[in-house]
């Protein structure tokens, strides 16, 4: 399976350029601030259309990945990968991130740059691919990974949502914080993931004690009572699994 470039970037580059071009053309009697604008428009078009049109490969497989972007140029055959994960990143500001694609080498494998972590047991990683610059949809490049990749791949977003829905939380004022919510509700779903009772009671508690202390207050953002309906919600799943751990150990 070849990925292809999303357009998204070149089509805002060329934006910004003809942009500028635009307000240069414009009548200029007292417009200093006008031919800064543009000036600046055509510069910041320019560079994002360096960088657009920079060589660009992404192919997926059966002997490997063969990649193709600045920073990274090679054949990564199936032996050197210990696990590549699809995460999504944390919202930002109630907004999701666009997922990326991380790759953990095997052992003695050299690898860069190393620029990210395992999302759940911290190995060192190589980010291979933020998915908004592919026009692939993330279902269909997790689809051509597990059959190429196997055991390897890990599409993490998908047994967030198994083990703990990701909730649709209303935003309005003087509500919590939300991008300490959305921390909280991650380390939650992280715990599930993990399989590991001592991870998950860990977690149950980070949770407990935040409400408890009472989370922080932003001039918007989630609503009080459905986020709280939610942490308790969240915190029940963590002990429902310690339970059955128990009774399966037994």
Known sequence: MELRRSRGALVLALVCVLGGVVLLALPRDGALLRTIIAVGAIALGAVALVSALRPFRFGIG?????????????????????????????RRDGRPEPPRLLLVPAPGVPMEPVTARHPLDGRPAVELLVLDQVREQPEQVAAALTRHAGERFVDLP??????????????????YQMDRVDQIIRRGQNALVSGDPRTRQAARG?????CAAGLPVAQRGYGRPQTDTVLDALVTALADHQTTDRETAT
């Open 62 to 90: 059966a002997e490997g990945l063969t990649i193709r972007r600045p920073g990274l140029r090679r054949v990564i055959r199936w032996a050197e990968v210990d696990a590549l994960v699809l995460d999504e990143p944390p």
């Open 158 to 175: 998908a047994l967030r949502r198994a083990a703990f829905a990701d909730p649709e939380l209303p935003a309005g004022l003087r509500g």
């Open 206 to 210: 980070e949770i407990e004690r935040a």
